[in-house]
């Protein structure tokens, strides 16, 4: 039974929307962090005090879940439903193979453990 | 300048914002000034028939004021400790937050040492005083006479200290945000206390010490300090950024590369903090509880104070396209400065157009320093020189004492002001410059002066506390 991660990166304001989705096909955890970076839509310019400047990255929110990989096209599938606006700078999603996984309070292993 | 002039001046300045106060009669500045006090004492002949003072009990509520009003100015020092930390990164916090912390404390001692004697060294005249220098005692003492309605009718020798204390720590901390997050720490505390126990308190004898500014056969008039508190803070900060330089990355090939401050909402909660202070720096201005003057003076404020943040604000929307949240902060400062000189002789259609062209002048000033690569991360030259000129030379133009005589007055201050403390400064700067070095390493500069300086972080939590 193989584990594998998906990287979703997407708008920050379609978090909860993403979230709530995933949580509706029964994923049960995910870890979320605040990223910065650019694609295709590259900055924006910004004024501070009379000066114009570039802003070259832009916030992000980086979704991560481990799954088993007969769950994964399930979960992708519902994670670009829920984040995509049709605009550029939707982001994007990764999925990458994982080793192994273990649950730290029970040193549950494999499947189990996500 | 004619009255069918000003008032065409006001309306290209202000317009429709301030139809309904152009109605106003601006009667209260031109009637209330000198004799207001006076006024007070008159009113309460009975209380004390020998010495004609004020009763024991006006005498209490005049120097409850000015303990108040002293309370508020002391209050200032957060105000600028939040607008420069907010205004600068997040790396330099502790830096600016020691010196806002350091700054009022070596002003206070530095004050009851020899400042608040040099500042008020009683001039004698008639024993050959030249008006320009005096020195009455080193430390503060008086006698039962200094506690009570016959050394003023406004307040105690005790509540006139600790009033001119807490001006003289506002002088230098004007300083600490024009030069943050560049200058090393040790020089500028030793300016600090250079400046503010000698500098200071000479250039401000000139006038509230009754020096020869005051004896001028038309006298120079400050209220509350636009050129003796806030000029003379200009005018070292403007030395000390022309010496150290900008920031490193402010300026590269040529183009200006805004430096983001670190928190907005902190410089937010610092205007307004000078904004409730200032109702004791002006509001304490008239020495007394005097209900005509206090209140003409707190109204004068606070509408300079607005039309100052109104005309940066929109100023900054139409030239940049977009409204500018420090710009429009800038102008509340620029019109509170501006009003200071003038705030108890203004009606209120004058105190608004002085705010009005405060908040203008800021902007365009903050853009052209710019411009001209000198690089003040706060806008305090700005603010405190630019408008402090301003409001200094507008109470020649403007309300009660508007006059030629009276703008040739303003102007030889403002000069007198800028010759004697430009280069006390900047000699203060250049010597420590060589003796010891004026600013940090590239490597500190480049890494934060809270770990160069101080081995200390502001915000040292890697993610917030959390529950769970």
């Known amino acids: ?114 | 300048m004619s009255k069918w002039m000003k008032h065409i001046a006001a309306a290209l300045v202000v317009g429709a914002i301030t139809w309904s106060l152009a109605d106003a009669p601006c009667v209260m500045a031109q009637d209330a000034p000198a004799e207001a006090v006076a006024a007070v004492v008159e009113a309460a002949p009975e209380a004390a028939p020998e010495d004609a003072g004020p009763s024991v009990e006006l005498f209490t509520v005049n120097n409850t004021w000015m303990m108040v009003a002293a309370a508020l100015v002391f209050f200032m020092n957060l105000g600028f400790a939040c607008v420069e930390t907010g205004l600068t990164r997040s790396k330099n916090t502790v830096n600016i937050l020691f010196k806002n912390a350091l700054v009022p404390c070596l002003g206070i001692l530095t004050y009851a040492l020899c400042g608040f004697n040099l500042m008020y060294p009683g001039f004698d005249y008639d024993a050959g005083a030249n008006g320009w220098f005096g020195f009455a005692q080193w430390g503060i003492t008086t006698d039962a006479a200094g506690v009570t309605s016959a050394y003023n009718v406004g307040y105690t020798y005790w509540t006139d200290f600790l009033f001119q204390a807490m001006f003289a720590a506002t002088a230098v901390t004007i300083v600490s945000g024009a030069v943050a997050e560049r200058i090393k720490l040790s020089s500028f505390m030793i300016f600090a206390f250079l400046y503010g126990a000698f500098i200071y308190p000479i250039a401000g004898s000139w006038k509230w010490g009754n020096g020869w500014l005051n004896n001028l056969e038309t006298p120079f008039y400050d209220f509350a300090g636009s050129t003796l508190v806030h000029s003379v803070g200009g005018w070292a900060a403007l030395a000390g950024v022309i010496i150290l330089g900008p920031r490193l990355g402010k300026y590269v090939d040529g183009k200006i590369r805004p430096i983001l401050g670190h928190s907005m909402p902190l410089a937010t909660i610092g205007v307004f903090i000078l904004w409730l202070g200032w109702f004791g720096f002006n509001g304490g201005s008239v020495l007394s509880a005097d209900p005509a003057l206090v209140s003409l003076t707190l109204v004068t404020t606070s509408l300079s104070a607005a039309a100052g943040g109104v005309a940066a604000g929109m100023v900054s929307w139409i030239i940049l396209k977009k409204p500018d949240l420090s710009m429009a902060l800038n102008g509340i400062l620029a019109g509170l400065v501006g009003i200071t000189a003038g705030a108890d002789q203004m009606g209120s259609l004058d105190a608004t157009i002085i705010g009005a062209i405060a908040g203008v002048i800021v902007f365009f000033s903050v853009l052209l320093f710019d411009k001209i690569k000198i690089d003040d991360p706060v806008g305090a030259i700005s603010v405190h020189l630019v408008c402090g000129i301003w409001g200094t030379l507008a109470v020649g133009i403007l309300g009660a004492k508007a006059g030629g005589a009276q703008l040739v007055s303003q102007a030889t201050g403002v000069i007198a002001y800028g010759v004697f403390c430009f280069i006390a400064a900047l000699v203060i700067f250049l010597v420590l410059k060589m003796v010891m070095g004026l600013r940090v390493s590239a490597e500190e500069e480049t890494e934060g002066l809270d770990i160069g300086e101080h081995g200390q972080e502001a915000y040292p939590d890697f993610s917030p506390a959390t529950k769970g």
């Open chain 1, 1 to 114: 039974m193989a584990l594998k991660k998906i990287e979703a990166v997407i708008k920050p304001f379609k978090l909860e929307e993403v979230k709530e989705a995933l949580t509706e096909i029964g994923i049960e955890g995910l870890t979320v962090s605040e990223v910065k970076g650019f694609g295709r839509q590259k900055g924006h310019t910004e004024i501070y005090r009379g000066s114009e400047y570039t802003v070259d990255f832009l916030p992000k929110v980086k979704i991560e879940v481990v799954l088993a990989d007969t769950l994964i096209e399930k979960a992708v599938a519902t994670i670009v439903k829920a984040a995509k606006t049709g605009k550029i700078g939707d982001g994007k999603i990764f999925i990458i193979p994982v080793e192994d996984a273990i649950r730290i309070r029970t040193e549950e292993k494999g499947e189990k453990a996500v």
